[in-house]
């Protein structure tokens, strides 16, 4: 043993304490990359996709979905915009749509507009989320230009381009010639109603400019309780999206005819956006879309490839872990 | 100002060691001009002003010395000037054969010796002197003057500057002032991408945890700078001595310090407690030498009690130059007395030996040397950290396509949509409330808009470059240095020294070595001479079977034993001749030990033992040469008991003998031997020189014996060649008038005030002529521990180790043999040539030498092992013509080299001669101040704590007690610091760049304008809070191989050497798997959610988090041992992740308000994540598994092979591991 060890109490010692932590040799765990374990890993993979592929991919299948692009139908072939703007003509639209499959309640009625940049810098920006929460908020309108104040400098609740664009097209839905009812209750998160919007928030000075972005709200209901503003300001994260209009809560049978009696008042015309009503039903990957079946099958079939790649390589070229004699440097001798 | 002084009489004491080193330096320069500050490479130093007189001057000395040798051009420019440069810098130490230099070697740092030593060669003008007055602290004080006080304040910091002077440091790192830059930007109204908190939150988080780390470090040198200010010392008030607090010492107050107590400012010795006025003092503090140095009140000063003196002292102004003190004393006008070196003692050292000193202030607080001294090593800048700058760029240029990307798709877009701009709801520019049917908002108009684009994508897109970087390499590497210091294989248990990391910016180089450059005393060897062979007369005495072991003891005046501290073997045969011999034999013999007892500066000291009526006697010097002659000497029966600077005491087999010292010529290099003229007890004055065989065989009267010379030369060559250290003895009686003449001519030359070195130089070669050759002595030095078995592991690794020696080359060939560095089946070049032509022969034919044997096998295995060795001589030519390239095409081609008689700033020239053609990494390893140049030179310099000083440690990068730590350090910490910082580096650009590339998808479907669905909190702590720890800690405690294995296989350190784990290769395949994994990360949410009621704000969240859970499982599967620190880093990550996710996402005034708590409600948001997460590693777990198996690297079948030891072990734990067979 070292002396010094031993005469370390009475001396001042500067040796190191000992530790596993301070030697580096806590106890590890040193994975490695055995053809076992990284066939395993793919097969694992594998099977576990497959079956949710699948399971997704029917589950996509499963729900119903009612698709009609309706702006360019709804306007006459010229002056669109022209048409749009002018507050004293008729824009009402109606369509027949035929159901394929029975759709089970609850069945949700979307818009979708297409090529509206909800997620444009300018736009997204152009709210005030204390505004819309605090009465004492009112005025906190810096970022909502152009919509901060009406002209004579009152604040805009809500103010910014967001609240301003509300989309105001209607639906009104009948089955087979009898009308059914929308629910439009309970179409935006609880979550916002309760914390984000205030109830003691009014609208005032809305949508009181030269230029009428979309939707009025009624200035006697709170804020909190104006759910399509609320859906609305709600940003989409792309620039093709849907927003929740309504639901209706009852099953619609296969080849029943729907009449959808639109008023086409939103204007999406001076950009060339589309406008598209969704009728939907939903399941637990939400609205009908393949992709996520699809790509888990895909990854899932990928990986088992993989799988059986990997074995046949390592049946093909063996090496034996751990075999000294593949050092480069004992490689060196051995040619 | 001449002071005129009588005559020396006999008792005056020698010239202090230090001032004749110091004269040497001077030259004849008379009032150079000034010289320029000490720039940090000491051999780029030039002093163009005084260069051409110097060099006259310094060939004449030249001329006298053929065997110096020093680099005349180891830079190109002017052989005047490089001449004069490189002598100002010539620390000359033969280790190989000299001893007598107490300070003859080199003991100033090469780094700040030419300004300061010209500092003191001046003639001491008022306007450059500083006045003090004795015992008039007011009016020395008085305006003009205002000395500081005796406080010290090492601190950076005050409480006030702290701010301004950190952020100032801070800012020099072009990367912060890029990020600041940025963030001012965003200030601007038009570009805010960032809130302006958000966008000055990640510099402001790195700035401060530096900030706190360098608060943390200021306040401990504050609080050690309070304890030190407030120690008392007494000091002389109003005629008595009274206790003062240290801070409130003043210059020209006097001082009195007591036996042990450290001195607490810088003053001149006024008188001692001793008769002659000597003060012993220990410097360790100052330059870590253990041993006594002794320092003079001057006979002037001494008489008077202190409370009574009165005078002026003008002195230099405050310098660092610890061997130089340049002032004059003037005792109230009784003429000035000149001060040197050796009159001064220094704040930090301690006295010893010697009951009280009494001194005057001359430097105080921040004048005194050894805080003049104290700065930090110089800074080396790490290999990886100069090759990351490169990806650095590259990334820089992504950075600009990618917002020039998005530039220019937005300026398509504006002029696609110009005419619907102002209605489009989401634009909007016009104004159509106001009056003015022009007014817009926010429009500036189409160009400025686009530029503004391109602003706002750089702020957006800023992290490219990644903050965090730099901190976390500053972090990781403070982790592995702690590592380092508390590693076990790397204590010194002798010395009780710890390794010291003292560079904090380069532990990744220590993996990266490729040559090791070494010096050999001190380094190879212990520094612990024992004495082992002497050729007396003719006759050889080596066998020390049959003599005692214990030393000789005699017994004092009081009747008590006094044991040599170190027993020395002696020879019987040497014995009885010395004893009862008779003839000349026996006469030359005991001259032989009266030289070595006497011809040195060795001071006896005795200790007390635990037994009364013993004690022993320990001989303090500064060379380990001489103190193992004079433990020889006694060991024989001469036994030096006493020194003072008049005389000298030798007990010769019992009986006490004084010598009178009638002078004394220290060693210098340039004639590398010392000598001492005594007046002996039978009235005779004799002359006895000891010295390097080179510079004796030329003093030597061959006439007089030569079978004797013959003889005693023979001797040398076979001592040298079993690895001694030689030294030739010689003597000679001089006569009444050749003393009288050299007397007249030695008083001449110490009162000089002007080129003293050289004319007491000039004297002492007058007089060491026709000597007689009395014989030699052989010293080993042993090897330290592990030394061949550490030398041996180095040249598996790849490493090619060089040693540069100043011994001789038979001396330095037979330790190359003795630890491994050459051995028998190597063919050797000697280059030793004495002449300019033959040198360049001697090299063209080892080219083609070298050459030829290339040719013959083009098979490595087959390689004839090579090893060069050369000498310094040879070196001079080479250097001096343009040969270098084929010494470095010679060197190149062989497995060792060996300089010997190699001169300091030689070694760092053969150091750049490596530095310059190659890429490779060098590291230089030395313990002595003779090695600082090298040190400074090499990428990494690593000092031993030995017994020459700390001169070396000093100028280190590292510092450890031992050669053979060098393994554990390069082999194991230096293999595990680069793997981890260069895949910390490749892992920080990668995770930076992954989350930039997931920005920039998403602005393509933004209308290009930057917006993004991560809320900004998130993108600003993305790379300082969500990914940052898990690297660090990986950075600190990943290990690729265990120690065992590391060590085990040597070959395994090529890794680094190859740059394996760091390069533009890894660089690229990590960056397209960054573009991959984005493109995953993007697209599979994107498809998922196309045409759905997604909101921005829920998508950003899967965005958030897939990054963040990506980038950690990506590091998890690189982690290569996992203990539970890693484990929680890397899962704590993510989960801190999610909760700073879920805390901003339940602030209701933020847009995405409870977004996730939806998200995390849906199916499809879990699915994604994981399908993410599965496509986004495919390619890299397909790439891994794919590489480890088919194409394996040596560390992945190392890290295999203890794979399967571990299982073995675990089954079999009492085997050993020897049992894995090396095919």
Redesign the interface.
Known sequence: M????VEGDSRK??????SKF???E????????T?GI?VS?FSL?GIL?VP?GLA?LSASQEIVELIDRYDTSCVPMTDKVGFIQNSKTDKTCTRTLTVPKQMKSPIYV?Y?IGD?????????KS?S??QL?YKEAAGLTKNC???GN??DGAPIIPCG?IA??LFNDTYTISVNKKAIEVNKKGIA?Q??KN??FGSDVYPSNFQK???I??AKLNESIPLSEQEDLIVWM???????????YGRIEADIMANDQLTVVIQNNY?TY??GGSKVLVLSTTS????K?N??GV??LT?GG??LF?AVG?IV??MF?P?A??????????R???D | MRPERPLLPPSTPPLPPQQTEEAAGRASVDVPDRLPDPVPSPILRHSPASSTRRSRSLRSVMANSPSVTFAEDIRSGSKAESSASSFENFQFRLAGSMTGTPAGVARVSTRRSASERAGSQRDLRDEDARFVYINDADHTNAPPARFPDNGIHTTKYSILTFVPRNLYEQFHRVAYVYFLILAALNQVPQLGVFSPVASILPLAFVLGVTAVKDAYEDWRRHRSDKTENNRTASVLVGGVFRPKRWKEIQVGEVVRVVANETLPCDMVLLSTSDPTGVAYVQTINLDGESNLKTRYAKQETMPTPPEALAGIIKCEKPNRNIYGFLATVDLDGRGAVSLGPSNIVLRGCEIKNTTWAIGVAVYTGRDTKVMLNNSGAPSKRSRLETHMNRETIVLTVVLVLLCSIVTLLAGIWLGDHSDELAVIPYFRKKDFSSSNADGTYKWYGAGPQVVFTFMMAVIQFQVMIPIALFISMELSRVGQAYFMVQDKHMFDGKRQAKFQCRALNINEDLGQIKYVFSDKTGTLTENQMEFRCASVHGGDFSDTDGGGGDGHSVTGEDGVVLRPKTAVKTDPKLMALLKDGAGEKAVRARDFFLTLATCNTIVPIVVDTPDPAARLLEYQGESPDEQALVYAAAAYGYTLVERTSGHIIVDVFGTRQRYDVLGLHEFDSDRKRMSVIVGCPDKTVKLFVKGADSSMFGVIDKSMNSDVVQATEKHLHSYSSIGLRTLVIGMRELSQTEFQEWQIAYEKASTSLLGRGNLLRGVATNIERNLRLLGASGIEDKLQDGVPEAIEKLRQAGIKVWVLTGDKQETAISIGYSCKLLTRDMTQIVINSHSRESCRKILDDAVSMVNKLRSFSTDPQAKMPLALIIDGNSLVYIFDTDREEKLFEVAKACDVVLCCRVAPLQKAGIVDLIKKRTSDMTLAIGDGANDVSMIQMADVGIGISGQEGRQAVMASDFAMGQFRFLVPLLLVHGHWNYQRMGYMILYNFYRNATFVFVLFWYVLYTGFTLTTAITEWSSVLYSVIYTAVPTIVVAILDKDLSRRTLLKYPQLYGAGQREENYNLRLFIFIMLDSIWQSLAIFFIPYLAYRKSVIDGASLGDLWTLSVVILVNIHLAMDVIRWNWITHAAIWGSIAATWICVMIIDSIPIMPGFWAIYKMMGTGLFWALLLAVTVVAMIPHFVAKAFREYFTPNDIQIAREMEKSQDLHDATHPEVQMSTVARA
């Open positions: 070292d002396p010094f060890e010692s500067n040796k190191p304490k000992y301070t030697q580096q806590l106890p590890a765990c040193k994975p490695l990359l053809p990284v890993a993979i996709f949710i997704s979307y979708q509206f940049y909800q997620n444009h810098r300018r736009y997204v709210r989320d204390k929460r230009e152009p919509e009406s002209a381009l301003w664009s998160w979550s916002d914390n984000k400019g030269n230029i972005g979309g709600r940003t989409a994260a792309l620039p093709t999206f849907r927003k929740l204007n001076s950009f637990w990957i939400g609205g879309n992709f996520i790509a888990y990854i990928l990986c993989l990997f390589l390592y070229k090496r872990l751990g075999d000294p004699s593949y050092l480069s440097w004992n060196d001798i051995l």
